[in-house]
């Protein structure tokens, strides 16, 4: 039963990257998922999340209109779409599931999630 996340490295400020989180060994599909950062400075903070059917995104203030988040339950896999990446946004990437079946009551805070994979780092540099 695990998430697993995928794509991290290095890149230079304004360029893109896109991560994948694939589920093996546990429902993906009836919850909603989401994208976390956490930096030895600052606690984990939310970035993203998608609604089970893919039809209602989720983003945090500082990546709104530069991230897109999806879903593809034919393949267990959400992905995240960077762009115009800042040095602000170096960190481990987390992906996990919300602790609610199908429609989530609160997506932004790590409480709501009970399963999470290993995270996936990366680098802007400027």
């Known amino acids: 039963v695990q998430l697993q996340a995928f794509g991290g490295g290095s890149v230079q400020a304004e360029g893109s990257l896109r991560l994948s989180c694939e589920a093996s060994g546990l429902s993906f599909y009836r919850y909603t998922v989401g994208w976390f950062r956490q930096t030895p400075e600052k606690a984990r903070e939310f970035v993203a999340a998608?609604?089970?059917?893919?039809?209602?995104?989720y983003y945090g203030d500082s990546v709104k209109g530069r991230f897109d988040v999806s879903r593809d339950n034919t393949k267990n896999t959400m992905y995240l779409q960077m762009r115009s990446l800042e040095p602000e946004d170096t960190a481990v990437y987390f992906c996990?599931?919300?602790?609610?079946?199908?429609?989530?009551?609160?997506?932004?805070?790590?409480?709501?999630?009970?399963?999470w994979g290993q995270g996936t780092e990366f680098t802007v540099s400027s």
């Open positions: 996990a599931r919300n602790r609610r079946l199908w429609d989530a009551a609160a997506v932004y805070s790590p409480d709501e999630y009970n399963v």
């Open positions: 998608i609604s089970w059917n893919g039809d209602t995104p």
